[in-house]
Nanobody, 115 residues
């Protein structure tokens, strides 16, 4: 079992930046594929970014070069740096970890971007 705890959400004006962090419990973090998802009311949860255990990174098209993702295996953390935020980025952001058929979710952190 892997427990994930997100932090770093909040309220920011359009054009601003936020850094989300996710800390995982346990000793297998380095093996996990980590990802960030987001969800707004009435919509399906959507993938934002992924980083594999080997460091391969992928982003959703809507990120448009504004976000970056990184991981620190010594601290069991994955970070999502979000720049040039837009009101459309307002959502609850969830940290996700996957290994084989197992998947784990954090509780989510709210990001609100005001216009």
């Amino acid at each position: 079992q892997v427990q994930l705890v997100e932090s770093g959400g909040g309220l920011v004006q359009a054009g601003g930046s936020l850094r989300l962090s996710c800390t995982a419990s346990g000793t297998i973090f380095r093996l996990l594929k980590m990802a960030w998802y987001r969800q707004t009311p009435g919509k399906q949860r959507e993938l934002v970014a992924t980083i594999t255990s080997g460091g391969t990174i992928n982003f959703a098209d809507f990120v448009k070069g504004r976000f970056s993702i990184s991981r620190d295996n010594t601290k069991n953390t994955v970070n999502l740096q979000m720049n040039s935020l837009e009101p459309e980025d307002t959502a609850v952001y969830y940290c996700n970890a996957a290994l084989a058929s197992a998947t784990f979710w954090g509780q989510g952190t709210q990001v609100t971007v005001s216009s």
